[in-house]
């Protein structure tokens, strides 16, 4: 019997960020030289999301983004379109495995809230397509705002109190959910690399070292994440992307999924978990025990963003077959394990590498669960 779902998550998913194409990093460097206009900018985006969305319809997929083609990061550019949020420049970047990002980071300078975002014009772009594929959109986990700085990047003047920070911050992500499903937004992501620094040691005691409890952040983030969801609409679809860094085809943190799968798989109520585990820094699927049986879908990232070599097909099968110790199949997904391109930089690989492995990503969901017409 076939087990192929017609509704999201699908069997063959997807992060989200795609290469950009030549043309529009051409476009960006000569708007920001003041070379080409705002309007004109957003035109060759516009193309190059027409483009990119046929090309992930013709790979198979049954849902398409933007490929966050409009961002320079996969963070920074939602946050800088809150209330009272700003990016700054900072003396270093993020460190990564032996390479180092822009030195960017971003702050809270008054009440947070969610007003006129641009990126809900982004979204209805999208949509007006009409594809045929369900479209999602991509947007940064609340936790993301508060982890990498702390208290050091929540202004004590607006917020003396960081309860009453985490507070704004539920409310805005509410909004922020209405708005997207008022503007026909079923599908939608939150990408969170704090779950996966949390798994990580070394992350952890750069926490404990400026001061904060690494387990009660992590009981925060998930009470923050709950209040969220709260009276969602039942048609709303909301995954959860934990990832372990991707910049330039490197990483950040390692650990496997333990330290935090009870709480994170066992009481966080997003209705998919995109996990990466597409190495062995990842560690093994034991931890998945914890989630919730029932329409809680696990989408397993086994198929690397980070080089463009073709996996194994039987091994990938035969790592799904393993993951079933834990979770039914029925509540299991395929997906490469991260975008290809979180910043405007991307990974290390070729566009025609790119799409190879989204057909095969395919390719293995219709063998595995069935194609729509088995």
């Known amino acids: 019997m076939s087990l192929f779902r017609s509704l999201p998550p699908f069997r063959a998913d997807v992060v989200g960020s795609y290469l950009r194409p030549a043309a529009l990093k051409q476009a960006r460097q000569a708007f920001e030289k003041g070379e080409l206009s705002a309007g004109g900018l957003r035109e060759e985006e516009d193309k190059a999301i027409r483009q990119s969305v046929h090309n992930q319809c013709n790979c198979g997929l049954h849902v398409v983004t933007d490929g966050e083609f409009r961002r320079t990061w996969w963070h920074f550019d939602f946050f800088d379109g809150l209330e009272g949020v700003e990016r700054y420049d900072t003396d270093e970047g993020i460190q990564f495995s032996g390479v180092q990002t822009k030195s960017h980071n971003v702050r809270v300078v008054g009440k947070v809230k969610f007003g006129d975002h641009p990126m809900l014009k982004d979204f209805e772009f999208l949509k007006s397509l009409e594809s045929g594929a369900t479209p999602k959109m991509t947007i940064p986990s609340p936790s993301v705002l508060h982890f990498r700085g702390g208290r050091n990047v929540v202004s004590p003047d607006v917020y003396p109190d960081l309860n009453e920070f985490f507070d704004d911050l539920v409310q805005t992500y509410r909004d922020a959910l209405a708005a997207f499903y008022a503007a026909g937004c079923r599908y939608l992501q939150?990408?969170?690399?704090?779950?996966?620094?949390?798994?990580?040691?070394?992350?952890?005691?750069?926490?404990?070292?400026?001061?904060?409890?690494?387990?009660?952040?992590?009981?925060?983030?998930?009470?923050?994440?709950?209040?969220?969801?709260?009276?969602?609409?039942?048609?709303?679809?909301?995954?959860?992307?934990?990832?372990?860094?991707?910049?330039?085809?490197?990483?950040?943190?390692?650990?496997?999924?333990?330290?935090?799968?009870?709480?994170?798989?066992?009481?966080?109520?997003?209705?998919?978990?995109?996990?990466?585990?597409d190495n062995d820094r990842s560690g093994d699927f034991r931890p998945l025990r914890f989630v919730k049986p029932g329409h809680q879908q696990v989408v397993l990232g086994l198929v690397t963003t980070k080089t463009g070599e073709l996996e194994d097909k039987e091994l990938i099968k035969a790592r799904i077959q393993e993951a079933t110790q834990y979770v039914p199949l029925e509540q299991i997904c395929l997906s490469p394990q991260c975008g290809f391109s979180s910043t405007e930089e991307g990974n290390n690989i070729t566009e025609a590498e790119q799409d190879a492995k989204l057909r095969f990503v395919v390719d293995i969901a219709n063998e595995v669960w069935g194609a729509p017409n088995n």
């Open 190 to 277: 939150l990408d969170d690399t704090v779950w996966a620094y949390l798994c990580s040691e070394e992350q952890k005691q750069i926490v404990r070292d400026r001061g904060d409890d690494p387990d009660q952040l992590a009981q925060t983030y998930a009470d923050v994440l709950n209040r969220i969801l709260e009276g969602k609409p039942d048609d709303l679809v909301i995954g959860l992307h934990v990832c372990r860094g991707n910049f330039r085809s490197t990483w950040i943190s390692s650990g496997g999924y333990e330290p935090v799968a009870e709480l994170l798989f066992g009481t966080v109520n997003v209705d998919a978990f995109f996990l990466e585990y």
